[in-house]
């Protein structure tokens, strides 16, 4: 089956250290990848999105993502983490079909 | 970005009663809908794909009796959480999204359930 799968479940960090959170798919096909963020009791929102072309995609708030194919994966960078990016995040797929599939999520929190 | 409108925002009911969840795409026409469950500290669980003037297709393991899909236009989907019991409190999600795949998705702000 489909499935969009992320390693950390939860990660500690301190304010300006680098962030990189896993997320791999399963399927070798065409695939339209998205991370998306939820602050304590707000909506998701969406940080960046992969369709095609360039393999590496900014986001907001200096986010950024790598599509690896030979990988299947689409890791979720960020250079220096600041007390504000304490949140959830989801990697989601949409794979072939018009389903978005989430990932378990990662709960980051960045202490100052 | 488009905004996504869910009502209620959250809701107490009582076992064996049903309980209606509105979504709404306020400032676009949305072809699909979906509707997702959140446990507490879990990712979003696909429940069910919605199109307008179509059947839901529902996910493995959703009640479609139980939770009942209605897209019968391009802004307004709702789902019906019928004879509710206790294991069905939850937070519920809608997103829309516009035309095709290749779009991204938007969300509503989520419906906290409680069944007592």
């Known amino acids: 089956a489909q499935s969009v799968s992320q390693h950390n479940h939860h990660v500690i960090l301190s304010e300006a250290a680098s962030l990189e959170l896993g997320c791999n798919y399963s399927?070798?096909?065409?695939?339209?990848l998205f991370w998306y963020v939820q602050y304590p009791g707000q909506h998701l929102q969406l940080l960046l999105k992969y369709f095609s072309g360039d393999p590496l995609v900014k986001g907001i708030k200096g986010f950024e993502a790598e599509f690896i194919k030979s990988k299947f994966s689409f890791n979720l960078r960020k250079p220096s983490v600041q007390w504000s990016d304490t949140a959830e995040y989801f990697c989601a797929c949409v794979i072939n079909t018009d389903k978005l599939i989430f990932g378990t999520g990662t709960r980051l929190q960045v202490f100052p | 970005g488009a905004v996504v409108s869910q009502h209620p925002s959250w809701v107490i009911c009582k076992s064996g009663t049903s309980v209606k969840i509105e979504c709404r795409s306020l400032?676009?026409?949305?072809?699909?809908m979906f509707w997702y469950r959140q446990f507490p500290k879990q990712s979003l669980m696909l429940m069910a794909t919605?199109?307008?003037?179509?059947?839901?297709?529902?996910e493995q393991g959703v009640e479609k009796d139980k939770f009942l899909i209605n897209h019968a236009s391009l802004t307004l989907s709702t789902l019906t959480v019928t004879s509710a019991h206790p294991e069905d409190s939850s937070f519920y999600i809608c997103?829309?999204?516009?035309?095709?795949?290749?779009?991204?998705?938007?969300f509503g702000q989520g419906t906290r359930l409680t069944v007592v």
């Open positions: 997103s829309a999204r516009v035309m095709s795949a290749a779009t991204e998705a938007f």
């Open positions: 919605s199109n307008e003037g179509s059947k839901a297709t529902y």
């Open positions: 399927y070798g096909g065409t695939v339209n």
């Open positions: 400032d676009f026409q949305a072809t699909t």
